[in-house]
Every structure is written in structure tokens, then in C-alpha cells.
């Protein structure tokens, strides 16, 4: 039940926690752009623009693990 502020900013908490897992949280290209780093909740992929592969990819799986228990925290708390 959202009957106070504090059930609204859970709720708030809860959607924006689910939206981390879903797109990208940081993106960097570098000066020459022929690189790019993308990081998301689940993993960090670096890419080659010109040639368009990927270069090397590492797990960031923690991210999303943490995200997805906090999300469903703040709802079992609504």
C-alpha cells in the first residue's frame, strides 16, 4: 500500500534499481574514437568501433545481484 512518502520513495528505489539492471550505466569513447567502454549491471564490454569487435568483456555480475535484492527489499518493505 503507498499511503505515505516513504512507500513512494520505495517504490522509487525499487523501479530505479530494476532500470540499473536494464541499460547502461556508463559509457566512455576515447579521443580518437576508436574504442569503446561500455559497462552495465551484468558486464563491461570494450569494443573496437572501426572494425566493430569486441575486444574484451569481464562480468560485473555482483552489480546486478545487488540491485535485483535491493530492488526486491524495498518492495517486501512496501
Not at 57 to 68: E, H, P, R, T, V
Request: a negative charge; proline letters at 3%.
Amino acid at each position: 500500500m503507498i499511503q505515505r512518502i516513504q512507500s513512494v520513495f520505495l517504490l522509487l528505489v525499487a523501479i530505479s534499481m530494476v532500470t540499473s539492471t536494464l541499460f547502461p550505466i556508463w559509457l566512455q569513447v576515447n579521443p580518437d574514437q576508436t574504442q569503446s567502454m561500455e559497462m552495465t549491471a551484468w558486464f563491461t564490454t570494450i569494443t573496437d568501433t572501426v572494425e566493430e569487435s569486441i575486444i574484451s568483456q569481464s562480468n560485473n555480475i555482483y552489480i546486478g545481484i545487488l540491485a535485483l535484492i535491493s530492488a526486491g527489499l524495498a518492495i517486501y518493505s512496501l
